[in-house]
């Protein structure tokens, strides 16, 4: 798999919502740009 | 972030954080950090792979930030290692990043933390919504 750049289309993750539902991360950056912060844990 | 949230809200992004976890857990620490944006599970850390974010060897774990950035790196440990290594879907030694996706879905800015102290500055990414 070639390694995400700048300018690549940004990948359409599926994480987890407080109740454990599935959320697609281009429904975010569909309405708005998206900042998205890969925390290295919860802490 | 939070503290600067506002910032990014005026330029009309939005700012999600994802950790190393489930929902629940994403959303306990968002309690736990009074972070008001959403906070998403992955505790496949298939986002961490897709991105391509590392994991430090046991030196970047406890000595290499203490060169790097002593104050972060105490944070770090005062904060935050202790109890993630606690959690089994919690690999410690994972390393962060960012990234800033414009409305097309292109990314515009993308962050490979090198280190546990490693964080991409605020302004850079606030300068990459522009």
């Known amino acids: 798999m070639n390694e995400l750049r700048v300018g690549d289309a940004a990948p359409d993750l599926v994480l987890l919502d407080a109740a454990e539902r599935p959320v697609a991360l281009a429904t975010f950056w569909q309405q708005a740009p998206l900042v998205l912060i890969f925390l290295r844990h919860f802490g | 972030m939070q503290g600067r949230l506002a910032e990014f809200e005026g330029r009309g992004a939005r700012v999600v954080a994802i950790g190393q976890g489930t929902g629940a857990e994403a959303a306990a620490a968002a309690r736990r950090h009074r972070i008001t944006f959403p906070v998403l599970g992955d505790p496949g850390h298939d986002g961490y792979r897709t991105l391509g ?53 292109r990314v515009r800015f993308l962050h490979r933390s090198r280190t546990t102290t490693d964080v991409p500055a605020t302004d850079a990414l606030l300068a990459a919504l522009s």
């Open chain 2, 53 to 105: 974010l590392g994991r430090t060897g046991w030196f970047g774990l406890t000595l290499e930030p203490f060169f790097d950035d002593p104050r972060g790196a105490f944070q770090n440990l005062k904060r935050a290692d202790l109890r993630a290594s606690a959690n089994p879907r919690s690999d410690v030694r994972r390393l962060g990043g960012a990234l800033v996706v414009d409305a097309g879905g």
